[in-house]
Protein backbone atom coordinates (compact mmCIF):
# COMPACT_ATOMS: atom_id res chain seq x y z
CA UNK A 1 0.00 0.00 0.00
CA UNK A 2 1.34 3.70 -1.13
CA UNK A 3 0.53 6.37 1.07
CA UNK A 4 1.04 10.02 0.17
CA UNK A 5 1.87 12.50 3.57
CA UNK A 6 1.76 15.78 2.46
CA UNK A 7 3.16 18.22 5.23
CA UNK A 8 5.26 15.40 6.15
CA UNK A 9 8.63 17.21 6.84
CA UNK A 10 7.04 18.60 9.62
CA UNK A 11 6.43 18.09 13.28
CA UNK A 12 3.74 15.02 13.07
CA UNK A 13 4.22 14.45 9.31
CA UNK A 14 7.66 13.38 10.19
CA UNK A 15 6.79 11.03 12.97
CA UNK A 16 4.49 9.75 11.10
CA UNK A 17 6.17 8.63 8.17
CA UNK A 18 8.44 6.55 10.51
CA UNK A 19 5.39 4.68 11.79
CA UNK A 20 4.29 4.13 8.74
CA UNK A 21 7.42 2.83 7.11
CA UNK A 22 8.53 0.82 10.48
CA UNK A 23 4.29 -0.48 9.73
CA UNK A 24 5.27 -1.91 6.06
CA UNK A 25 3.56 0.78 4.42
CA UNK A 26 5.51 2.54 1.25
CA UNK A 27 5.25 6.33 1.72
CA UNK A 28 5.59 9.03 -0.36
CA UNK A 29 5.78 13.01 1.11
CA UNK A 30 5.24 16.45 -0.11
CA UNK A 31 6.07 19.70 1.66
CA UNK A 32 6.68 23.09 0.69
CA UNK A 33 9.23 23.81 3.78
CA UNK A 34 7.11 26.55 5.32
CA UNK A 35 7.76 25.51 8.09
CA UNK A 36 10.05 22.81 8.38
CA UNK A 37 13.61 21.91 6.31
CA UNK A 38 14.81 19.38 3.82
CA UNK A 39 17.38 17.93 6.48
CA UNK A 40 14.32 16.33 8.13
CA UNK A 41 14.07 14.27 5.26
CA UNK A 42 17.73 13.00 5.70
CA UNK A 43 17.00 12.40 9.15
CA UNK A 44 14.04 10.07 8.41
CA UNK A 45 16.29 8.03 6.22
CA UNK A 46 18.93 8.07 9.02
CA UNK A 47 15.55 6.86 11.56
CA UNK A 48 14.45 4.50 9.00
CA UNK A 49 16.62 3.06 6.57
CA UNK A 50 14.95 4.05 3.66
CA UNK A 51 15.80 6.84 1.32
CA UNK A 52 12.50 9.27 1.52
CA UNK A 53 10.41 9.70 -1.85
CA UNK A 54 9.39 13.17 -1.60
CA UNK A 55 8.91 16.00 -4.21
CA UNK A 56 8.56 20.04 -3.29
CA UNK A 57 5.17 20.63 -3.95
CA UNK A 58 3.22 23.49 -2.87
CA UNK A 59 -0.60 22.57 -2.08
CA UNK A 60 -1.69 25.92 -2.80
CA UNK A 61 -0.59 25.36 -6.71
CA UNK A 62 -3.00 23.23 -7.92
CA UNK A 63 -1.95 22.29 -11.07
CA UNK A 64 1.62 21.13 -9.59
CA UNK A 65 -0.73 18.88 -7.44
CA UNK A 66 -2.22 17.37 -10.37
CA UNK A 67 0.57 16.37 -12.16
CA UNK A 68 2.25 14.98 -9.18
CA UNK A 69 -0.84 12.58 -8.63
CA UNK A 70 -0.22 12.14 -12.42
CA UNK A 71 2.75 10.82 -11.89
CA UNK A 72 1.90 8.70 -8.98
CA UNK A 73 -0.91 7.10 -10.49
CA UNK A 74 -0.54 4.24 -7.40
CA UNK A 75 -1.37 5.99 -5.01
CA UNK A 76 -3.77 4.17 -2.21
CA UNK A 77 -4.65 6.94 0.29
CA UNK A 78 -3.37 10.31 1.39
CA UNK A 79 -2.61 12.07 4.79
CA UNK A 80 -2.92 15.72 4.97
CA UNK A 81 -0.81 17.33 7.28
CA UNK A 82 0.43 20.59 5.03
CA UNK A 83 -1.74 23.69 6.60
CA UNK A 84 -0.51 26.81 9.01
CA UNK A 85 -1.33 26.25 12.84
CA UNK A 86 -0.09 29.49 14.44
CA UNK A 87 -3.41 30.69 15.82
CA UNK A 88 -2.38 34.33 17.11
CA UNK A 89 -0.85 34.74 13.32
CA UNK A 90 -4.29 33.38 11.84
CA UNK A 91 -5.97 36.55 13.89
CA UNK A 92 -3.27 38.80 12.52
CA UNK A 93 -3.34 37.19 8.69
CA UNK A 94 -6.92 35.44 8.47
CA UNK A 95 -6.55 35.15 4.30
CA UNK A 96 -3.06 33.14 4.91
CA UNK A 97 -4.75 30.36 6.70
CA UNK A 98 -8.22 30.18 4.29
CA UNK A 99 -6.03 30.56 1.33
CA UNK A 100 -3.45 27.18 2.74
CA UNK A 101 -5.54 25.55 4.63
CA UNK A 102 -8.69 25.70 2.95
CA UNK A 103 -7.93 26.43 -0.53
CA UNK A 104 -5.22 23.87 -0.38
CA UNK A 105 -7.66 21.03 1.18
CA UNK A 106 -9.85 21.63 -1.61
CA UNK A 107 -7.21 21.62 -4.54
CA UNK A 108 -5.89 18.31 -2.73
CA UNK A 109 -9.57 16.45 -2.89
CA UNK A 110 -9.69 18.33 -6.51
CA UNK A 111 -6.47 16.14 -8.19
CA UNK A 112 -7.56 13.34 -5.69
CA UNK A 113 -11.12 13.12 -7.41
CA UNK A 114 -9.00 13.54 -10.76
CA UNK A 115 -6.67 10.38 -9.83
CA UNK A 116 -9.53 8.24 -8.16
CA UNK A 117 -7.75 8.28 -4.67
CA UNK A 118 -10.78 8.07 -2.40
CA UNK A 119 -9.25 7.74 0.92
CA UNK A 120 -7.80 10.27 3.25
CA UNK A 121 -6.88 10.97 6.95
CA UNK A 122 -7.31 14.85 7.43
CA UNK A 123 -5.50 16.72 10.89
CA UNK A 124 -8.03 18.26 12.63
CA UNK A 125 -7.99 19.71 16.30
CA UNK A 126 -9.34 19.58 19.67
CA UNK A 127 -9.66 23.23 19.00
CA UNK A 128 -13.33 22.86 17.54
CA UNK A 129 -15.09 21.91 20.54
CA UNK A 130 -13.78 25.54 22.05
CA UNK A 131 -14.92 25.66 26.13
CA UNK A 132 -16.72 21.81 26.46
CA UNK A 133 -17.04 20.00 29.62
CA UNK A 134 -14.06 17.63 29.45
CA UNK A 135 -13.72 14.51 28.99
CA UNK A 136 -15.35 16.20 25.51
CA UNK A 137 -16.57 13.23 23.14
CA UNK A 138 -16.90 12.95 19.22
CA UNK A 139 -19.99 14.26 20.03
CA UNK A 140 -19.83 17.67 21.48
CA UNK A 141 -21.15 20.74 19.78
CA UNK A 142 -18.72 22.76 17.60
CA UNK A 143 -19.28 26.19 18.52
CA UNK A 144 -18.44 29.36 16.34
CA UNK A 145 -14.59 29.07 15.90
CA UNK A 146 -12.50 31.36 18.41
CA UNK A 147 -9.82 32.06 15.50
CA UNK A 148 -9.90 31.91 11.87
CA UNK A 149 -7.24 28.68 12.61
CA UNK A 150 -10.00 26.52 14.57
CA UNK A 151 -12.42 27.85 11.75
CA UNK A 152 -10.50 26.88 8.84
CA UNK A 153 -10.52 23.08 10.84
CA UNK A 154 -14.64 22.60 11.12
CA UNK A 155 -14.47 24.41 7.68
CA UNK A 156 -12.20 21.57 6.04
CA UNK A 157 -14.18 18.56 8.11
CA UNK A 158 -17.35 19.93 6.44
CA UNK A 159 -16.28 19.98 3.39
CA UNK A 160 -14.83 16.52 3.65
CA UNK A 161 -17.92 15.69 4.87
CA UNK A 162 -19.95 17.18 1.85
CA UNK A 163 -17.51 15.09 -0.67
CA UNK A 164 -18.36 11.58 1.01
CA UNK A 165 -21.84 12.47 0.20
CA UNK A 166 -21.16 13.88 -3.44
CA UNK A 167 -18.93 11.07 -4.34
CA UNK A 168 -17.08 7.88 -3.12
CA UNK A 169 -14.45 9.47 -0.87
CA UNK A 170 -13.49 7.99 2.47
CA UNK A 171 -12.81 10.41 5.34
CA UNK A 172 -10.87 9.94 8.54
CA UNK A 173 -11.19 13.41 10.47
CA UNK A 174 -8.43 13.06 13.52
CA UNK A 175 -9.04 15.90 16.45
CA UNK A 176 -5.74 16.31 18.04
CA UNK A 177 -5.50 17.25 21.73
CA UNK A 178 -1.62 18.72 22.73
CA UNK A 179 1.05 16.92 20.91
CA UNK A 180 4.46 17.41 22.24
CA UNK A 181 7.60 15.10 23.02
CA UNK A 182 9.63 13.85 20.26
CA UNK A 183 10.94 10.51 18.30
CA UNK A 184 13.09 8.71 20.65
CA UNK A 185 16.61 9.48 18.61
CA UNK A 186 16.43 12.84 18.39
CA UNK A 187 16.98 13.10 14.81
CA UNK A 188 13.50 14.69 14.36
CA UNK A 189 11.08 16.73 16.65
CA UNK A 190 8.96 20.29 16.66
CA UNK A 191 10.38 23.17 15.31
CA UNK A 192 9.16 26.10 16.45
CA UNK A 193 10.14 29.35 14.63
CA UNK A 194 10.74 32.27 16.86
CA UNK A 195 9.39 32.60 20.09
CA UNK A 196 7.03 29.54 21.06
CA UNK A 197 3.53 30.20 21.50
CA UNK A 198 3.05 26.46 23.27
CA UNK A 199 3.66 25.10 26.70
CA UNK A 200 6.63 22.44 26.27
CA UNK A 201 9.10 23.87 23.75
CA UNK A 202 8.78 27.35 25.68
CA UNK A 203 9.93 25.26 28.96
CA UNK A 204 12.54 23.53 27.13
CA UNK A 205 13.65 27.05 25.75
CA UNK A 206 13.99 28.15 29.02
CA UNK A 207 15.66 24.90 30.52
CA UNK A 208 18.41 25.21 28.18
CA UNK A 209 18.38 29.18 28.04
CA UNK A 210 17.27 30.46 24.84
CA UNK A 211 14.61 31.65 26.71
CA UNK A 212 15.03 33.79 29.86
CA UNK A 213 11.73 33.34 31.84
CA UNK A 214 8.62 31.07 31.54
CA UNK A 215 5.53 32.67 31.80
CA UNK A 216 2.27 31.05 33.36
CA UNK A 217 -0.27 32.56 31.96
CA UNK A 218 -2.52 32.94 34.96
CA UNK A 219 -3.20 30.96 38.32
CA UNK A 220 -6.53 32.19 38.97
CA UNK A 221 -8.64 29.67 36.87
CA UNK A 222 -11.50 26.91 38.50
CA UNK A 223 -9.12 23.99 38.81
CA UNK A 224 -7.46 22.54 41.77
CA UNK A 225 -4.32 24.63 41.00
CA UNK A 226 -5.84 27.43 39.46
CA UNK A 227 -3.76 26.72 36.17
CA UNK A 228 -5.34 25.87 32.99
CA UNK A 229 -5.75 21.52 31.75
CA UNK A 230 -5.06 20.09 28.58
CA UNK A 231 -4.55 16.33 27.32
CA UNK A 232 -0.65 16.13 26.32
CA UNK A 233 -0.22 13.78 23.69
CA UNK A 234 3.17 12.20 23.06
CA UNK A 235 3.58 12.43 19.19
CA UNK A 236 4.52 9.27 18.52
CA UNK A 237 1.52 7.86 19.76
CA UNK A 238 0.02 10.51 17.61
CA UNK A 239 1.72 8.87 14.63
CA UNK A 240 0.73 5.38 15.28
CA UNK A 241 -2.81 6.76 15.55
CA UNK A 242 -2.47 7.90 11.81
CA UNK A 243 -1.04 4.02 10.98
CA UNK A 244 -4.24 3.10 12.42
CA UNK A 245 -6.58 5.44 10.97
CA UNK A 246 -5.22 4.00 7.71
CA UNK A 247 -5.39 0.46 8.25
CA UNK A 248 -8.93 1.13 9.05
CA UNK A 249 -9.23 3.03 6.12
CA UNK A 250 -7.63 0.31 3.71
CA UNK A 251 -9.50 -2.33 5.42
CA UNK A 252 -12.63 -0.90 5.40
CA UNK A 253 -13.43 -0.90 9.02
CA UNK A 254 -15.44 1.97 8.86
CA UNK A 255 -19.56 1.80 9.07
CA UNK A 256 -19.52 5.36 8.09
CA UNK A 257 -17.89 7.27 4.99
CA UNK A 258 -16.91 10.15 7.36
CA UNK A 259 -15.23 8.97 11.23
CA UNK A 260 -14.12 11.40 13.17
CA UNK A 261 -12.49 10.11 16.29
CA UNK A 262 -10.30 12.59 19.10
CA UNK A 263 -6.58 11.48 19.88
CA UNK A 264 -5.30 12.43 23.46
CA UNK A 265 -4.57 10.35 26.98
CA UNK A 266 -7.75 10.77 28.51
CA UNK A 267 -5.78 12.44 31.10
CA UNK A 268 -6.19 16.42 31.99
CA UNK A 269 -2.74 17.84 33.78
CA UNK A 270 -2.27 21.56 34.80
CA UNK A 271 0.53 24.18 33.26
CA UNK A 272 2.12 23.71 37.00
CA UNK A 273 1.97 19.68 36.43
CA UNK A 274 3.67 20.03 33.45
CA UNK A 275 6.67 22.05 34.58
CA UNK A 276 6.90 20.06 37.91
CA UNK A 277 6.77 16.83 35.74
CA UNK A 278 9.68 18.64 33.48
CA UNK A 279 11.49 19.14 36.54
CA UNK A 280 11.69 16.19 38.12
CA UNK A 281 12.32 13.43 35.21
CA UNK A 282 14.61 16.27 33.61
CA UNK A 283 16.75 17.22 36.87
CA UNK A 284 16.63 20.93 35.66
CA UNK A 285 14.91 24.02 37.82
CA UNK A 286 12.81 25.90 35.48
CA UNK A 287 12.80 29.79 35.86
CA UNK A 288 9.08 30.79 36.06
CA UNK A 289 6.83 33.56 37.42
CA UNK A 290 2.86 33.51 37.19
CA UNK A 291 1.42 36.20 34.93
CA UNK A 292 -1.54 37.25 33.42
CA UNK A 293 -3.84 35.06 31.61
CA UNK A 294 -3.92 34.73 28.10
CA UNK A 295 -6.82 35.66 25.56
CA UNK A 296 -8.48 33.40 24.04
CA UNK A 297 -7.25 30.09 26.64
CA UNK A 298 -9.76 27.33 27.82
CA UNK A 299 -9.68 26.43 31.12
CA UNK A 300 -10.09 22.83 31.26
CA UNK A 301 -9.82 20.08 28.25
CA UNK A 302 -9.52 16.85 27.31
CA UNK A 303 -10.20 13.54 25.25
CA UNK A 304 -12.85 11.14 26.01
CA UNK A 305 -10.71 7.91 24.19
CA UNK A 306 -13.10 5.11 23.95
CA UNK A 307 -13.88 5.76 20.17
CA UNK A 308 -10.55 5.39 19.25
CA UNK A 309 -9.82 2.64 21.89
CA UNK A 310 -12.83 0.64 20.06
CA UNK A 311 -12.91 1.46 16.56
CA UNK A 312 -9.04 1.80 16.01
CA UNK A 313 -8.16 -0.43 18.64
CA UNK A 314 -5.57 2.66 19.46
CA UNK A 315 -4.54 3.72 22.80
CA UNK A 316 -1.38 5.97 23.71
CA UNK A 317 1.06 4.32 25.73
CA UNK A 318 2.93 6.69 26.69
CA UNK A 319 3.86 9.51 30.00
CA UNK A 320 3.99 12.55 30.61
CA UNK A 321 7.60 11.84 32.30
CA UNK A 322 8.50 10.24 28.69
CA UNK A 323 6.78 13.27 26.88
CA UNK A 324 9.07 15.70 29.07
CA UNK A 325 12.40 13.30 28.29
CA UNK A 326 11.83 13.23 24.90
CA UNK A 327 11.61 17.24 24.28
CA UNK A 328 14.28 17.77 26.77
CA UNK A 329 16.42 15.72 24.40
CA UNK A 330 15.01 16.73 21.68
CA UNK A 331 16.34 20.35 22.65
CA UNK A 332 19.67 19.24 23.62
CA UNK A 333 19.63 18.10 20.16
CA UNK A 334 19.05 21.44 18.45
CA UNK A 335 21.61 23.19 20.83
CA UNK A 336 24.41 20.85 19.97
CA UNK A 337 23.93 21.47 16.51
CA UNK A 338 24.32 18.31 15.24
CA UNK A 339 21.13 17.99 13.27
CA UNK A 340 21.78 18.88 9.84
P1 LIG B 1 4.12 21.68 11.08
O1 LIG B 1 4.09 23.12 10.72
O2 LIG B 1 5.32 21.16 11.78
O3 LIG B 1 3.90 20.78 9.77
C1 LIG B 1 3.11 21.20 8.69
C2 LIG B 1 3.95 21.02 7.44
O4 LIG B 1 3.17 21.42 6.31
C3 LIG B 1 5.21 21.88 7.43
O5 LIG B 1 6.34 21.09 7.11
C4 LIG B 1 4.95 22.92 6.35
O6 LIG B 1 6.14 23.31 5.70
C5 LIG B 1 3.99 22.17 5.45
N1 LIG B 1 3.13 23.06 4.67
C6 LIG B 1 2.42 24.13 5.09
N2 LIG B 1 1.77 24.69 4.05
C7 LIG B 1 2.05 23.94 2.95
C8 LIG B 1 1.70 24.02 1.59
N3 LIG B 1 0.94 25.00 1.11
N4 LIG B 1 2.16 23.07 0.73
C9 LIG B 1 2.96 22.07 1.18
N5 LIG B 1 3.35 21.96 2.46
C10 LIG B 1 2.90 22.89 3.34
O7 LIG B 1 2.79 21.37 11.91
P2 LIG B 1 2.37 20.06 12.70
O8 LIG B 1 2.39 20.37 14.15
O9 LIG B 1 3.10 18.88 12.19
O10 LIG B 1 0.83 19.98 12.28
C11 LIG B 1 0.38 19.11 11.26
C12 LIG B 1 -1.12 19.25 11.12
O11 LIG B 1 -1.73 18.96 12.37
C13 LIG B 1 -1.60 20.65 10.73
O12 LIG B 1 -2.70 20.50 9.86
C14 LIG B 1 -2.04 21.24 12.05
O13 LIG B 1 -3.02 22.23 11.86
C15 LIG B 1 -2.60 20.02 12.75
N6 LIG B 1 -2.62 20.14 14.20
C16 LIG B 1 -1.46 20.40 14.89
C17 LIG B 1 -1.49 20.54 16.27
C18 LIG B 1 -0.23 20.86 17.05
O14 LIG B 1 -0.34 21.33 18.17
N7 LIG B 1 0.96 20.61 16.51
C19 LIG B 1 -2.70 20.40 16.97
C20 LIG B 1 -3.86 20.11 16.24
C21 LIG B 1 -3.80 19.97 14.86
N1 LIG C 1 0.99 28.33 28.53
C1 LIG C 1 1.65 29.07 29.49
N2 LIG C 1 2.79 29.72 29.12
C2 LIG C 1 3.30 29.65 27.86
C3 LIG C 1 2.63 28.88 26.89
C4 LIG C 1 1.46 28.24 27.27
O1 LIG C 1 1.22 29.16 30.62
O2 LIG C 1 4.33 30.29 27.59
C5 LIG C 1 -0.24 27.61 28.92
C6 LIG C 1 -1.45 28.07 28.14
O3 LIG C 1 -2.04 29.19 28.75
C7 LIG C 1 -2.33 26.81 28.19
C8 LIG C 1 -1.31 25.66 28.23
O4 LIG C 1 -0.07 26.25 28.63
O5 LIG C 1 -3.03 26.82 29.38
C9 LIG C 1 -1.13 25.02 26.90
O6 LIG C 1 -0.86 26.01 25.93
P1 LIG C 1 -0.39 25.68 24.45
O7 LIG C 1 -0.23 26.98 23.73
O8 LIG C 1 0.77 24.75 24.49
O9 LIG C 1 -1.58 24.83 23.86
P2 LIG C 1 -3.08 25.29 23.61
O10 LIG C 1 -3.92 24.28 24.33
O11 LIG C 1 -3.35 26.69 23.90
O12 LIG C 1 -3.10 25.18 22.04
C10 LIG C 1 -3.51 24.05 21.45
C11 LIG C 1 -2.87 23.82 20.07
C12 LIG C 1 -3.46 24.74 19.06
C13 LIG C 1 -4.95 24.80 19.16
C14 LIG C 1 -5.32 25.23 20.55
C15 LIG C 1 -6.80 25.45 20.73
O13 LIG C 1 -1.47 24.00 20.12
O14 LIG C 1 -3.11 24.24 17.77
O15 LIG C 1 -4.89 24.20 21.40
O16 LIG C 1 -7.21 25.25 22.04
F1 LIG C 1 -5.52 25.66 18.28
Not at 20 to 33: R, S, T
Request: aromatic content about 8%; glycine content about 8%.
Amino acid sequence: MKILVTGGAGYIGSHTIVELIQAGYDVLAIDNFDNSYPYVLDNLAKITGRTIAFEKVDIRDKSALKSYFQLHKDIDAVIHFAANKAVGESVAKPLKYYENNVGGTVNLLEAMQEANIDQIVFSSSCTVYGEANPPVNENAPIPIAQSPYGNTKQICEEILHDQTIATDLKVVALRYFNPVGAHESALIGELPIGIPNNLVPFITQTAIGKREILTVFGNDYPTPDGTCIRDYIHVVDLALAHVAAIDFLTQKKYTDSFSVFNLGTGRGNSVLEVIQTFEAVCGVKLNYQIGPRRAGDVVQVYAACEKAANELGWKTKKTLEECMLSAWKWEKAIASNTLN
